[in-house]
Each structure stands twice: as C-alpha cells, then as structure tokens.
C-alpha cells in the first residue's frame, strides 16, 4: 500500500528574533497575523522587509511567526545568485557558517552575519503519522512525485513533533521543476 502525503511549495521568507523586529519596526512591536499557515501555531504576516546582498535586493519579503530566538532568512538558489551570496542548503534552524545580510525595516536596519539559507527538503509529521509510516526523527527518505515532470526527491529530512501537522515542504523552485502546487499528494519511500 502506498503511503502518501500533502506537498507543499515554500516561497521566499523571513523569521525574526524578538532584537530584530524591535529594530526594523519599532521597540515593542508585536507581528501582525494575516493567516495561519498548514503548520500548527505558525501564521504569515502583514510586515515584509527589504533584504540586500552584496549584488543585490529582494524587496517586499514576507516576514512569518512567531519570533524565533534567531534571524533567519529562507529562500531559492536563484534568490541567492540575485543576492549575491552563496547558496547553503540547511535545515531550519542550523545556521552556523551560512552567509549573511543586511535587513532594511520602516524603522531601521539590521545587518545579520548568519542565517541565510536556501531550506533543506523536509517532512513535518506528527508522532502518530510517524508510528503509521514507520519512520522515527531525522530520518532521511525518498519522495515519488508522480505525473508529466514526476521525479524522485532524494535526501528529505524527517522532522517528528506532537506539535506538527503531516507535510513535506520544498521551495518553490523545486516544486515548479516537479509540477506540483500546494496539497498535492506524493509516495513516502523508506530507505
């Protein structure tokens, strides 16, 4: 029986720490929600901030929340070539030795040394949808797309939490390669 699951595409965005938003919007701010995202407690922003590199600026990025203990800014490898920086492929979180950048708020600016990245491939379930599909915590699996670009994703991380809701999560970059769009479903292939 194959095990599926939803896919979805993951444009360009920004997690800020409580320090940098004080920064780029004002000392106290809070985020404005828009709409909550597919991931429990996670939720998109009115606020968008200006992001420069040594070549370039991303203008307009879309700020998500809550505040992170970190600043970190996640996008394609195109955006990063735009930038000027090179591409680091990290899962979230893991921002040591990743480029930086300067972030350009209404209120101010920041200039970050780390947290650049271009997101890792991964998988967001749930414990019980974990137990189901026979996979436990920083498991590494493959993923079947079928259809006219179908391909296999190689090397997607397992990210196990009771907070968590069944996804898998690639830029938007490698769901156009692959002709996918949000909720679409794809085959879970243990390793």
């Not at 009115?46 to 996008?75: C, W």
């Not at 209120?107 to 749930?126: N, P, Q, S």
């Not at 414990?127 to 391909?151: N, Q, Y």
Request: glycine share 10%; aromatic share 4%; hydrophobic share 35%.
């Amino acid at each position: 029986m194959k095990k599926t699951l939803p896919i979805a595409l993951s444009n360009r965005h920004i997690h800020l720490s409580q320090e940098h938003l004080d920064i780029l919007f004002g000392e106290g701010y809070e985020l404005t929600k828009v709409k909550d995202l597919s991931q429990p407690g996670q939720f998109a922003c009115e606020e968008k901030v200006d992001v420069e590199g040594p070549r370039g600026t991303i203008k307009g990025v879309r700020v998500l929340g809550p505040v992170r203990p970190e600043t970190q800014f996640e996008l394609s490898v195109s955006d990063c070539f735009k930038l000027g920086v090179e591409p680091v492929i990290r899962n979230s979180g893991e921002i040591e030795g990743t480029p930086g950048a300067k972030i350009i708020g209404p209120k101010g600016e920041v200039e970050i040394d780390k947290g650049v990245i271009v997101a890792a491939r991964h998988i967001h379930m749930h414990t019980s949808d974990a137990e189901e599909f026979g996979v436990k915590d920083k498991d590494v699996v493959s993923i079947k797309v079928e259809g006219p670009r179908g391909l296999t994703f190689d090397n997607v991380l397992v990210r196990v939490s009771e907070k968590y809701a069944l996804e898998m999560h690639v830029d938007i970059e490698e769901g156009n390669a692959a002709g996918v769009k949000n909720g679409d479903m794809v085959e879970l292939i243990n390793r």
